[in-house]
């Protein structure tokens, strides 16, 4: 325990002393952001800067090592939304599924208060963050449609299995009658109006937290993400786009000539990291965003 609160000492005392002194600058574009397209010319005259990341050290469990050490970052804006592409290693494509294994993903996280840097480690109480948070898992839900059981596991047998047996024993005239809010009925989730039970259209989950273990998802988000995962030789990498207008309601608000502060965390699904098992930054990045030209 010393030693961690001693890490936490030393970072802060790093960002006070100007670690992360210049940021991130976010260039400013006269292209549509709101559309992802992570060939695009303009990406090409941004500079990719290098965040150092490490093990996330504060919350059981935590991970053994750091897997993702660095992650190559872009940001651009036009004045109303902002784009960031993201890149690092990953030696395999991980899209979660059947029970155990998990998806790789990437988030950015926000101050929601302007002029106040809340705690990194995703808030505390009365001082917010907003986090945006792209998956893998839902970036297949995007492409190939939401999976349902029979999706994950095509050989498993059952006797009956509600969601699907209207699929199943479609000869029955009366099961042929169930609609699909009925079948819903059995899945929980979905019942209790939890959005992370919807397929996730736009690929990206936007939360706000006050402290460890209180993110709730905000619904009906306006960000949007799209990522592919490409063969480097014998590795692999993740190249991922998330847009987002620079005001969003009930959340962070970014203004073209300001400053803002942004933290960062990767999670390698193959490894086994989900939760708190991530590669984190220990410090705010500095945002600097250009005025409109």
Not at 50 to 66: C, F, G, H, N, S
Not at 157 to 169: S, V
Not at 223 to 243: L, N, R, Y
Not at 266 to 272: D, T
Request: charged share 25%; glycine share 8%; with cysteine.
């Amino acid at each position: 325990m010393k030693k961690i609160y001693a890490l936490m000492v030393v970072s802060y005392l790093l960002w006070g002393q100007g670690l992360w002194a210049e940021g991130l600058i976010a260039k400013y574009v006269k292209e549509d952001l709101s559309k992802l397209n992570l060939e695009a010319l303009f990406w090409k005259e941004v500079t990719p800067e290098t965040i150092q990341l490490i093990a996330q050290p504060m919350v059981a469990p935590r991970p053994q090592k750091t897997l993702t050490e660095k992650l190559w970052v872009q940001v651009v804006h036009n004045g109303e939304w902002m784009a960031f592409r993201f890149k690092w290693k990953d030696k395999e494509k991980s899209e979660a599924g059947p029970l155990g294994k998990f998806s790789d993903a990437v988030a950015i996280q926000f101050p929601v208060k302007e002029k106040e840097v809340p705690p990194i480690f995703m808030g505390a109480k009365d001082s917010p963050v907003h986090i945006l948070h792209w998956r893998a898992q839902y970036q297949k839900d995007k492409e190939k449609g939401f999976q349902t059981m029979k999706d994950i596991y095509p050989n498993m047998n059952m006797d009956m299995y509600p969601l699907e047996f209207a699929n199943q024993y479609s000869h029955d005239e009366m099961l042929k009658k169930i609609t699909e809010e009925q079948r819903e009925v059995f899945v929980s989730g979905k019942s209790a109006g939890n959005p992370q039970s919807f397929q996730k259209i736009k690929g990206v989950d936007e939360m706000m937290a006050e402290g460890f273990g209180s993110s709730s998802v905000i619904e009906n988000t306006r960000a949007e993400a799209q990522g592919i995962w490409q063969k480097k030789g014998k590795e692999g990498e993740w190249v991922v786009q998330i847009s987002r207008p620079l005001a969003l309601e009930g959340g962070s608000i970014l203004k073209a000539g300001q400053k803002s502060f942004m933290a960062f965390a990767v999670w390698q699904g193959g490894e086994g990291e989900v939760g708190c098992r991530k590669s984190v930054t220990m410090t705010w990045v500095p945002l600097i965003i250009e005025d409109k030209k």
